[in-house]
C-alpha cells in the first residue's frame, strides 16, 4: 500500500516565500537525513532517499522503512520536507507509519541527519484525503522555514488495487 505522490512545482518561484518575502538561507550544516524518531507512537526508523518514477508518482520506500523525497528540501532547511512510509506490510502487518494518524497537535518529530545533528518538529494537524485530491499545495508549496510532512495510506484498503484509498498527511514545523 502506497502513498499516491505526484509533487507539483510551488505556485512561489524558488527562493521566494507565499508572502513575497525570501525565505531563511538553509544551514549549510544540513545533511542526509537518516533516521526519524516519534516518541508519540514510539517510532524509530531509517530514512532512505527517494525521487520521482518515470510517470512522475515519488517512489516509496520498501518495507520497514521511510524515504524522504531528495528533491525537495532536506529536513532543516526551509521548506516542506516530504517524508513517506507504508501504514501496513504486504503480508506482515503494520508497517513504520502504521500509527501516525494517531498523532495530535503539540507531538513532536525528531530526523537526526548523516552529521548527527538533530532537527525537532512540532505537529500542527493531521488531515485525511482521498488520494485523487491531495492537497498538492498545502503540500508542497513555499512555506516560511522549515517544515515536515509525513505521508501515508489511510481510509478504507480498496483490495482490488491493493492500496488505502487516502492518504493521511501530518502537518509539523520546526520546533522553536
Not at 520536507?81 to 518529530?109: M, N, Q, T, Y
Amino acid at each position: 500500500p502506497e502513498p499516491s505522490l505526484t509533487p507539483e512545482p510551488p505556485s512561489a518561484s524558488p527562493g521566494e516565500e507565499a508572502a513575497g518575502d525570501p525565505p531563511p538561507a538553509p544551514s549549510a550544516d544540513v545533511t542526509e537525513p537518516v533516521t526519524v524518531r516519534i516518541p508519540a507512537i514510539e517510532l524509530e526508523a531509517t530514512l532512505v532517499g527517494l525521487a520521482l518514477r518515470d510517470d512522475g508518482a515519488m517512489e516509496v520506500p520498501d518495507s520497514g522503512s521511510a524515504g524522504w523525497y531528495i528533491e525537495g528540501p532536506k529536513p532543516g532547511e526551509s521548506g516542506p520536507a516530504v517524508i513517506v512510509s507504508h501504514r501496513d506490510a504486504k503480508g506482515d502487518g503494520p508497517d513504520v507509519f502504521h500509527r501516525v494518524s494517531e498523532l495530535v497537535a503539540g507531538d513532536e518529530v525528531t530526523i537526526t541527519d548523516h552529521g548527527g545533528r538533530d532537527y525537532t518538529f512540532t505537529v500542527e494537524r493531521v488531515e485525511q484525503h482521498d488520494k485523487e485530491a491531495l492537497p498538492v499545495e498545502a503540500i508542497w508549496g513555499p512555506t516560511d522555514g522549515p517544515t515536515l510532512r509525513l505521508i501515508t495510506g489511510g481510509g478504507d484498503f480498496d483490495e482490488s488495487v491493493g492500496r488505502y484509498v487516502d492518504n493521511i498527511i501530518v502537518y509539523a514545523t520546526a520546533a522553536r
